[in-house]
């Protein structure tokens, strides 16, 4: 009974001009048959999965307490993307740096793109590289923060979509052989029948895993050595494509570092 009450509480909250003081939901629960409490479940965990796994549509919304214009920085940086190839979230921790990376790669691999976006868009599918300073984080952080969980069916291992892109969105997984439970590439259905890949990484592996075949879009995330930096920078010549890092600085003015900043500090 618990459960039925909290959930109708939680959806009658989001109706505009909902008054909770004049509103008994337990009192309402217990005036409903059996039946329709039943079909008020199932049509609640549909919801909730159906959300849950379509978290793309829910980040910066029109309006409400996350409305998106409480966050000019992150919208500076996607519209930045319409005019340069580079460009890096530089700032401290706990304010949304990968999150911002994670928004926009999703949008790049699916296609999905908001009214509102003014950055860069691509017309088809992408190739596209997301690297961390390890295996460890890219699976931890990264491939946590586009894919949401990864989960056994029987003998098929996936994700439950809980995170940036759409579980319709995600295709066929191709598993890393040497670190558990880390994918080495996945394909994302973009728009309605295009198609992106997307390929793991890690600075740890050194600058040589950075060499290969032109790609469209690349997210660093955490700060890679110039050397890995500039490997990436040569992947997106013959595409024109777009490079984003997502940082804080704690090496210092580093090479990588000093590349986004000298000249360019904002004060604010």
Not at 48 to 74: I, S, V
Not at 158 to 171: A, C, K, R, S
Request: contains cysteine; charged residues 25%; aromatic residues 12%.
């Amino acid at each position: 009974m618990q459960s039925v009450i909290e959930q109708l509480t939680e959806r009658m909250s989001a109706v505009p001009g909902f008054d909770p003081s004049t509103f008994d939901p337990t009192r309402y629960v217990q005036s409903m048959q059996p039946e329709q409490i039943k079909r008020l479940l199932d049509h609640e965990a549909a919801y909730r999965h159906w959300r849950d796994t379509n978290q793309l549509q829910f980040f910066f919304p029109d309006d409400g307490p996350y409305r998106r214009e409480l966050y000019p920085k992150h919208l500076s940086f996607f519209k930045a993307g319409a005019d340069y190839s580079e460009r890096s979230f530089m700032a401290g921790n706990q304010i949304g740096k990968t999150t911002a990376g994670g928004f926009e790669c999703a949008l790049h691999l699916t296609g999905q793109y908001p009214g509102w976006w003014e950055g860069r868009r691509f017309k088809k599918g992408i190739t596209a590289w997301v690297a961390g300073d390890t295996y460890a984080t890219t699976r931890d952080i990264l491939q946590h923060k586009l894919f949401g969980n990864v989960v056994n069916n029987g003998p098929t291992r996936g994700f439950d979509g809980t995170g940036m892109v759409p579980l319709d969105n995600i295709g066929k997984i191709v598993w890393h052989t040497g670190v558990p439970d880390l994918a080495d590439t996945i394909s994302v259905r973009w728009g309605k029948y295009g198609q992106s890949k997307i390929t793991l990484k890690s600075y740890d592996q050194g600058r040589k895993v950075f060499q290969g075949k032109p790609v469209d879009f690349i997210w660093l995330d955490e700060e890679p050595g110039f050397d890995v930096y500039g490997e990436c920078l040569v992947r997106l010549i013959t595409t024109k494509g777009s490079l984003i890092l997502t940082f804080t600085p704690l090496k210092g003015l580093t090479e990588t570092a000093l590349a986004f900043t000298e000249g360019t500090v904002d004060e604010g």
